[in-house]
């Protein structure tokens, strides 16, 4: 805990010199979010954090989160230096769509609007028409769908299934998913449901439709987190990373949280509820990061952001 102690006075005293902000994700461990809150940055889902660091007068952007967020804050703000205390902290949604195929994909089907999950790289981002985050998508394919525009969605099939039921858009899907939230289990969600029959179900919807089905709440990071707030159940059954219980016990104190049961015991499931990439933030990679940004230092190709800020605005607008 002293050493602990020691990091977080280090980093407080580092973003002041190198006139930095920490911008944290939900799904990181507490002690970051924790220090991103201490220090005037921000806790947030991606689309507000993406908001955040293009807003803020800071020269120095440290993404504590998943690569996707660094490219999108280097996309919106080429000219701040954009950091991240690892290049390595990835997504299985961005490694389960690489461009070459995916470009390939909406080949076949020109008609179609692309619709692709922030949760991708530059390249992916640059061939689609429109970017959404998991708070916005519903709103964005509604109105796609009103347009009487046929998409194509990529990557989270879970979502994408999710969305296409609630809107009854014409969508076709690229089969990705969340390692997390994919991991989540129907039948240990009942029977802890029986357990807990006053406890309201919270879940992200990047999880499988018969998880979703058992739902009090579905939906983003944030969502959920209102949905905390909001309901008048003290317990909840919570089926998203783990990370996120840093924000709901500090809005809700009094209320109890629990995790939705994963594979089981005695499986070997290196994401049960909680994202190994998120994971790699630390306090010692984020203090690394400020002393020494090389190789830690997002760039993206400039022929590419283009194409990437366009799809990218449109989203920031709709949901302004
Ligand atoms: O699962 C993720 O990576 C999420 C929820 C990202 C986001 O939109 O904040
Ligand atoms: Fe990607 Fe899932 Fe990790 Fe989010 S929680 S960064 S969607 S692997």
Known sequence: AAEKAQYKERIKALLV??????????????????LAEETGGCVADSLEMARFGNQHPAQTLIIAGVK????????????KTVVMPTLEATCSLDLGCPIKEFSEFCDQHPERTVVVYANTSTAVKARADWIVTSS????IVEHLDEQGEKIIWGPDRHLGSYIQKQTGADMIMWQGACIVHDEFKTKALIDMKAL???AAVLVHPESPAEVIELADAVGSTSQLIKAAQELPNQKFIVAT??????KMQQLCPEKEFFEAPTA???????????CPWMAMNGLQAIEQALIDPS????FVDMNLREGALRSTNRMLEFSA
């Open 295 to 298: 190789g830690k230092e997002v």
């Open 68 to 79: 996707f967020m660094g490219e999108t804050a280097k996309v919106l703000t080429p000219e």
């Open 196 to 198: 807990h029959p006053d």
């Open 264 to 274: 089981g015991e005695g499986a070997t499931c290196r994401s049960c509820a909680h």
């Open 17 to 34: 010199e190198k006139n930095a902000v920490l911008i944290a994700h939900y799904y990181t461990d507490p002690e970051i979010q924790a």
């Open 241 to 246: 990373d783990r990370g996120i219980f840093y």
């Open 136 to 139: 916005c998508a519903l709103e």
